[in-house]
Nanobody, 119 residues
């Protein structure tokens, strides 16, 4: 089994920063593409940042210039540094990782972590 555990969410004032982490555990052989999604109340889940196995990153326009995605392959961990947070960034944030394990290649989701930005 492979599990993804997210952490780092919380309540922050507008203009503040948070750093999210997503750790993969279990029989993980390799992590391929990794991404952060978010889902605000009554909205669809949206992809906001993705990083390839080679470290190339892409961002949604809504977070470009404010959020930075990174990964530490030795720790099976992905990060999302969020700066200049806005109230509209309030959402549950999920990580999604393509994992090579005993079960072959599969995509896994984390449980989600709440980020609330107050104005």
């Amino acid at each position: 089994q492979v599990q993804l555990v997210e952490s780092g969410g919380g309540l922050v004032q507008a203009g503040g920063s948070l750093r999210l982490s997503c750790v993969a555990s279990g029989r993980v052989f390799r992590l391929n593409a990794m991404g952060w999604y978010r889902q605000a109340p009554e909205k669809q889940r949206e992809l906001i940042a993705v990083i390839t196995g080679g470290g190339s990153a892409n961002y949604a326009d809504s977070v470009k210039g404010r959020f930075t995605i990174s990964r530490d392959n030795a720790k099976n961990t992905m990060y999302l540094q969020m700066n200049s947070l806005k109230p509209e960034d309030t959402a549950v944030y999920y990580c999604n990782v393509r994992v090579l394990s005993d079960y072959g290649f599969n995509n896994y989701w984390g449980q989600g972590t709440q980020v609330t930005v107050s104005s």
